[in-house]
């Protein structure tokens, strides 16, 4: 199989470990506690086994706009019973300033046997400076998501947030064989 990570979509701030506050990305400006309310209300609606629909993400989006969005960087790594899959790891680099990168490339692992094993895992950080980067979220991606990622036959959104604070919304990935 060929696995690609696509695109993230990253929430609008910095929550706390309580997810009741938090703040803008690159500023210090408080996040309405309206908005996180609402985004946690919004992310328990999604059907977490099923695709989601384009419509869905930007219904997560709005609004988005008012806040200062990061600067994406990370990694993301594929182990299949222990073993790293090679490239054993792919760094992540996009645009500054999104809520919504698109990975360059994108980063994809060729011929990964599929097994109950596989994984994906990696991590996403805010690139502020090279001294300062605050964590976005880490995430895996587990065989089952991947299994329903190939039976879409398209980009599958993976909704990470709960692995994230709610920073990490979800990621594109696309699973298809390679003959």
Same mark, same amino acid.
């Given at each position: 199989?060929?696995?690609?990570? @696509?695109?993230?979509?990253?929430? !609008? ?8 506050? +938090? ?19 919004? /992310? ?14 930007? @219904?997560?989006?709005? +609004?988005? %706009? ?6 994406? @960087? ?22 500054? %300033?999104?809520?919504? !990168?698109?990975?360059? +490339? ?19 950080? %805010? ?16 065989? %089952? ?12 959104? @993976? ?8 920073? /990490? ?11």
């Amino acid at each position: 199989m060929r696995i690609t990570l @696509v695109d993230a979509k990253i929430g !609008p701030g910095k929550i706390d470990a309580s997810g009741e506050t +938090g703040t803008q990305w690159d500023s210090p400006i408080p996040l309405p506690v309206e908005t996180i309310q609402n985004l946690i209300r919004s /992310l328990s609606i999604v059907d977490k086994r099923a695709a989601i629909a384009a419509g869905g993400i930007s @219904v997560l989006s709005l +609004g988005m %706009d008012r806040f200062t969005p990061p600067d994406p @960087v990370g990694y993301a790594e594929v182990v299949n019973g222990g073993e790293f899959i090679g490239p054993p790891r792919i760094e992540l680099t996009s645009q500054e %300033d999104t809520f919504s !990168p698109l990975w360059n +490339g994108p980063p994809s692992w060729l011929r990964v046997s599929f097994q109950p094993e596989l994984r994906v895992f990696g991590a996403i950080l %805010d690139n502020d400076s090279p001294f300062d980067s605050e964590k976005i979220g880490a995430f895996q991606i587990s065989y %089952d998501v991947l299994v329903a990622a190939l039976r879409s036959g398209k980009v599958h959104q @993976v909704q990470v947030a709960d692995q994230t604070h709610n920073q /990490l919304l979800f990621l594109g990935i696309q699973v298809w064989p390679v003959p």
